[in-house]
């Protein structure tokens, strides 16, 4: 077999760098067919009867379809394991609805608790007239200990003062 009944490596590489959306409906298709036997014709072909730049040409070809076949394997296993974890998060976690509902009833729980929480508080707290009355009480105490303290004050001067007269008479005489 010769390199007469191949597609030119010229060819092939004007074909990859020429754009699809530059190419009409027919050429695309001509392209497609005439790869596929250049492909047949490569792989029949013996290495030894192949030009160099043929050989070359088939074995990137080859390097290519390879690469392009673990992608496809590789793709697809992350996919699977993508389709996997996705039912299993399916699975788990609860629908929009689901999800929904429950977050209603921690947040009524919520309020309740706050809502009890503030009926104990102000059971327990006085009134704000109880504890106006308390400090009034708290006052007047304070007021009293105070007037007891300045009239307690206000004797032992006096008596200092007349101690003081006493002496002073005393003193004189």
């Given amino acids: ?5 191949r597609k030119g490596v010229g060819s092939q590489v004007q074909e990859k760098l020429t754009p699809d959306s530059q190419k009409s409906t027919t050429e695309q298709g001509s392209e497609k067919l005439s790869s596929l036997g250049d492909k047949a014709v490569g792989s029949l072909q013996p290495d030894d009867s192949k030009s160099t730049s043929q050989e070359a ?3 990137a070809r080859s390097g290519a ?4 076949g673990t992608l496809k394997g590789l ?4 996919q699977n ?11 788990n976690v609860p629908s929009g609805g689901q999800a929904q ?8 729980q919520a309020q309740n608790m706050a809502s009890d929480a503030q009926k104990k508080l102000s059971e327990s707290t006085p009134s704000s007239g109880q504890a106006q009355d308390s400090g009034k009480t708290y006052l007047q ?8 303290a300045a009239k307690v004050v206000s004797d ?9 007269n006493e002496s002073s008479n005393n003193a004189s005489k």
């Fill in 141 to 148: 105490q304070g007021q009293e200990m105070a007037a007891n």
């Fill in 156 to 164: 032992s001067l006096a008596d200092a003062a007349n101690k003081i």
């Fill in 65 to 68: 379809d390879d690469a392009q």
């Fill in 75 to 78: 793709t697809g296993q992350a």
């Fill in 1 to 5: 077999m010769s390199d007469d009944l």
């Fill in 57 to 59: 040409s088939d074995k």
């Fill in 101 to 108: 509902d429950t977050g209603k009833s921690y947040l009524n």
């Fill in 81 to 91: 394991t993508f389709n996997d974890a996705s039912n299993k998060v399916s699975e």
